[in-house]
């Protein structure tokens, strides 16, 4: 699990300050669902500070953007999938991962069991495991969907495909993280 | 909302039993959604991203006025 620390019920808790009102409100509303998609997208606890600072400070320099079309944390996601895929454009990460199309990630699973674990002290580094080891696009999307404020047509809006696409994906990803997970153990 | 959550039988009594005999009780998810909700409030965000934010906010320069407003004046 990821090092403790006390999270704010609001920045006034923490005797802070946001000098803009609207990002003030943004950030005790949305910060912890936004933080914790960069953490389990990038995998890196540090990556995951600096990309929570840079969504919000770009979405103060974009707030006059925003017309409410979608709602506050589906606009902060969309700024957060795109700086985080960004942060991941190297070689290396292109790389890494087969395409979530290919057949591999239907053979890793027998079927959708219960995720059971014996302790929960070193649940965190078994997500993170486990979703490391996902194509990217199946990480998102189980990151995506586990957020119970996104509507499925929602996450095909940010993943840019059907809400049909993103159940059928799912599937796939679900199976693919319950092999990996049952795995880790 | 988007996931169903109903047990089987034999999953309750499994859950059941496991609860009554170990003290630091198993944890059981039923999808891959509820495990990462659980995650996800297990872990906090970092008060120094607010108090960065703080500074960057404050560092930054004024939004600049457009070309037009610096000539022709006004807003």
Known sequence: MNAPCEAPASLEAAGLRIASAEL???????????????????????????????????????????????SARTWLYRIAINHCRNLQQTWHERHMFPNSDSPIWEQTAAGESPLRILETKELGARIQKTLDALPPEYRLLLLLVSDQELSYEQVGLLTEQSSDAVRGKLHRARKAFAALFAKSE | MKQETKLSTGQQHEQTAEAQTVKTTPQQFENVEQLLRYDAAQTPVPPEIASRLNRSVEQSPPPRRPWWRRIFGGG
């Open chain 1, 24 to 70: 003030s409100e943004l950030y005790t509303a949305h910060s912890r669902a936004i933080y914790y998609l960069a953490l389990r997208f990038l995998g890196d606890p540090q990556k995951a500070e600096d990309a929570t600072h840079d969504v919000f400070l770009k979405a103060l320099r974009k707030f006059d953007q925003f017309r409410g079309e979608s």
